[in-house]
């Protein structure tokens, strides 16, 4: 089982570095390209929309992601401890609406086959799944 945690501030400058950490830790699971490159972007996305909602643009607060490989998954658990937002509360928009913002959730959706959102005292934790085939 491959496990791997990074802790990172709310600055938006720190995504590039979490992507890096992403698409290191999926090199040797038996994704295809496409699928490895979506779940990096909704990851990124998820983190964006935690800096955005739950941080409210502050750049100095803790975000968490552990990655692990299990023997049938891939799980990253995305930790903040801001405002939460539940779940029937947040609204994405079609995805064949040309307007620009509104397509993270979409994203996310499309990229991992479980979303769990688990709120916690402060904060949520947001555990996204991708099945091994």
Avoid at 34 to 51: F, H, P, Q, S
Avoid at 93 to 116: C, Q, T, V, W
């Amino acid at each position: 089982m491959k496990k791997k945690t990074v802790e990172f501030s709310s600055h938006t400058g720190n995504l590039a570095l979490m992507r890096n950490c992403v698409r290191e830790f999926l090199n040797g699971y038996p994704f295809s390209e496409k699928e490895r490159l979506l779940m990096v972007l909704g990851v990124d996305e998820a983190c964006t929309n935690i800096i955005r909602y739950a941080y409210r643009l502050r750049d100095d607060q803790l975000i968490a992601l552990s990655m692990e490989g299990l023997r049938k998954c891939v799980r990253m658990r995305l930790r903040d401890y801001g405002e939460q937002v539940r779940p029937h509360e947040m609204k994405g928009r079609s995805h064949d609406m040309i307007k620009p913002g509104g397509l993270g959730l979409y994203l996310i959706r499309n990229a991992f086959d479980e979303i769990d959102y688990v709120l916690k005292r402060c904060g949520t934790e947001l555990v996204l799944t991708k099945n091994l085939e």
